[in-house]
């Protein structure tokens, strides 16, 4: 399996703005330079969390970036399918995001992709920021 490098970032972004929850507002250079995304790329990413109602921007002196919620409150899955559209490893195992196969009735793996995409998204789905924070050392 791989996670999108938007969606790594973009989880990256989200765990800066927890960081600093509640002390502030941070700019995208800020965060860009502290998490090493490039920030044009970052720019992006953030247009997104912020149409999604993850997060809220403010131009100009002073502006920048924050969570329009605690950290306990936002998931890891709900980023990702904000940024991806889902979690299944495969198509044909997604939820949001399915395609048919003509195989799928008879096939075993089809089994596999899906409970994998269950168990994976119980994981992310169960962790949110605030869980991400109490984990970090250092």
């Known amino acids: ?3 999108s490098t938007r969606s790594e970032y973009g989880c990256r972004a989200m765990l800066e ?4 929850h509640g002390r502030g507002r941070l700019s995208a ?8 995304i490039p920030e044009r790329y970052l720019e992006q990413i953030l247009l997104s969390l912020r149409r999604a109602g993850f997060i809220h921007s403010r131009r100009g002196p002073g502006g920048g970036y924050t969570l329009v919620r605690q950290p306990e409150e936002v998931n890891v ?8 559209g889902h979690l299944a490893p495969v198509a044909c195992a997604s939820e949001t995001a399915y395609q048919a196969c003509t195989r799928e009735d008879t096939c075993g ?7 994998v995409r269950q168990d994976l998204a119980s994981r992310l789905e169960s962790t ?3 869980d991400l924070l109490k ?3 250092g």
Do not use: G, K
């Open 1 to 3: 399996m791989h996670v």
């Open 17 to 20: 703005l927890a960081r600093n």
């Open 29 to 36: 250079d800020e965060i860009s330079n502290r998490q090493e």
């Open 77 to 84: 899955a709900d980023v990702i399918r904000t940024l991806d």
């Open 109 to 115: 793996l089809r089994w596999l992709w899906q409970t």
């Open 128 to 130: 949110t920021f605030a």
């Open 135 to 137: 984990r970090e050392t």
